[in-house]
């Protein structure tokens, strides 16, 4: 074991971190974990081994959640005293920034094969207990470190989850019910922010789709159901970016986009994707913002902004398969001009993070218009010349229970009045689907939580409920125990 590469990386006239030198301890093995405030938030997890410690950076910390599998990316080894260092590295050095010992004590191995790619150990400390796996992926080392799993035990067999970054598909050669990938997922905060490290991007108001790229193309919605058939001008874009019919010689690849229609002054609209099928009314886009997957290489654990820049220079000029750009660090100035023209919002991302299939804070969305996904939960009677229906009532699923949020009557002409009625007939049931029924200004039809739609509103209020809300359209892309309330806090 050395520390030759600890040692090359540091200046210890000018950082308080210590020199150290390769020595056993005679007590048991201990581990540490330290919170690291650096030019990102991440958690340093450092078990001692053969006179050294051992160390993974975790971005998002150790979970005692057996469900986690959090992304540890293994670093050159540190010397036992650092088991107990914490304060600031100074800036210009090295790890700049705030360390701080989230929790420590004992660890007792039950395998220990660091050549193979797998550790499970028990862990005795304030925060940390129990049996955990350490689990090498079978991915290239990147420029942050080779990747690694962090799993807390009740998984059977830990060394399977390997296999979460692998592809288990052909790319372009899949069957409408095989695996298919997850989008990552953007946290909602409140206000915008300038960040050194962070991008920021245009919200686009569409159906958010995946891009697999091959000898055949499939298009797909966040829960894998195909756009194909519903988008076909897109599939015929991308098959000049693919294998089939490309003049440059094509590529295999999955991206990560939006589907929009653009008005005449270049905003993205959720209600003329809605009506696009019927009158085409509208320039119809897909604006790609990521690249998973190349040619046989998995990009997913490259920092975001490297894998931008293999997107920018692999993606050629077609009409309506745009790149979506981006600025750097500014985001307050970003969210300014994107109210100023009207746009839904923006997207604030972490250039350093990697592709990870879940909602992140490493991806936040800070919004100038309140929309909101709603599940569709009842409707009621039409007062006067209104045909069909009044309005909608509508529910967010909390805990996994529904709760009323509101009901819209406004958004609808009598085309749309009569396209959604006529998808709410087979779901009707007898029971109210909230366990307290809400008072509504007409009588009631209750529905099975299957259809979800989108609106926009004024505000919450302080009962939590959308004020004014507008009805936008339907979407198909969307399950509806995925739907949660956004942007409310309890006052």
Same mark, same amino acid.
């Given at each position: ?193 300038? /960040? $050194? %490290?962070?991008?920021?991007? +245009?919200?686009? !108001? *569409?159906?958010?789709?995946?891009? #697999?790229?091959?000898? @055949? ?122 109210? /100023? $023209? %009207?746009?839904?919002?923006? +997207?604030?991302? !972490? *250039?350093?993070?990697?592709?990870? #299939?879940?909602?992140? @804070? ?124 956004? %942007?409310?806090?309890?006052?």
């Amino acid at each position: 074991m050395s520390l030759k590469h600890y040692q090359s990386k540091r200046k210890f006239a000018k950082t308080p971190e210590p020199e150290g030198k390769v020595a056993k301890s005679d007590a048991k093995a201990v581990f540490v974990v330290q919170k690291h405030q650096a030019r990102t938030l991440h958690y340093d997890f450092r078990l001692e081994m053969d006179g050294v410690l051992k160390s993974w950076a975790v971005p998002k910390g150790p979970s005692m959640n057996p469900a986690d599998k959090r992304l540890a990316m293994m670093v050159e080894d540190h010397p036992l005293e650092y088991k107990d260092f914490e304060g600031t590295i100074p800036e210009g050095q090295y790890g700049a920034g705030i360390v701080e010992i989230w929790d420590k004590g004992t660890i007792e191995f039950i395998n220990r094969d660091l050549s193979g790619g797998h550790l499970t150990f028990i862990l005795d400390g304030k925060k940390l207990n129990g049996e955990f796996a350490l689990v090498k992926i079978k991915r290239p080392r990147t420029r942050g470190g080779e990747p690694w799993l962090l799993i807390k035990a009740g998984n059977k067999n830990p060394a399977k989850l390997s296999n979460q970054f692998k592809p288990t598909y052909e790319v372009g050669a899949k069957g409408s019910n095989s695996p298919h990938i997850k989008p990552m997922l953007a946290t909602l905060v409140e206000e915008p922010f300038d /960040k $050194k %490290g962070w991008i920021f991007e +245009i919200k686009w !108001d *569409g159906y958010r789709a995946i891009a #697999e790229i091959g000898d @055949n193309i499939k298009l797909y919605s966040r829960y894998g159901n195909l756009f194909n058939d519903k988008y076909p001008e897109i599939v015929e874009g991308l098959k000049k970016f693919g294998s089939e019919g490309a003049s440059f010689g094509g590529h295999q690849a999955v991206l990560d986009g939006e589907i929009v229609v653009l008005d005449s002054e270049g905003r993205s609209q959720f209600q003329l994707l809605q009506d696009y099928m019927k009158n085409k009314s509208g320039k119809l886009v897909y604006y790609v913002f990521d690249i998973l997957w190349l040619d046989g290489k998995d990009l997913r654990l490259l920092p975001l902004i490297e894998r931008k820049k293999i997107l920018k220079d692999t993606l050629p000029e077609i009409a309506n398969i745009k790149y979506s750009d981006h600025i750097a660090e500014k985001g307050k100035e970003f969210f300014a001009a994107a109210t /100023k $023209k %009207g746009l839904e919002g923006i +997207i604030a991302k !972490d *250039g350093s993070s990697p592709y990870v #299939e879940s909602r992140t @804070n490493a991806w936040q969305k800070i919004k100038n218009i309140n929309e909101q996904e709603v599940v569709i939960c009842g409707f009621t009677e039409p007062r006067e010349s209104r045909k069909y229906f009044g309005a909608l009532v509508l529910g967010v699923y909390d805990n996994n229970k529904l709760i009323y949020v509101g009901h819209s009557g406004s958004g609808f002409d009598e085309s749309l009045l009569k396209e959604i009625y006529d998808k709410m007939k087979p779901p009707i049931i007898e029971k109210c689907p909230f366990d307290i029924v809400p008072k509504t200004n007409e009588p009631a039809t209750w529905l099975k939580p299957k259809l979800v739609g989108q609106v926009k509103f004024a505000e919450w209020t302080r009962d939590g409920l959308m004020r004014q809300p507008i009805f936008l359209g339907l979407r198909d892309d969307k399950e509806p125990k995925e739907v949660k309330r956004e %942007g409310y806090h309890a006052r």
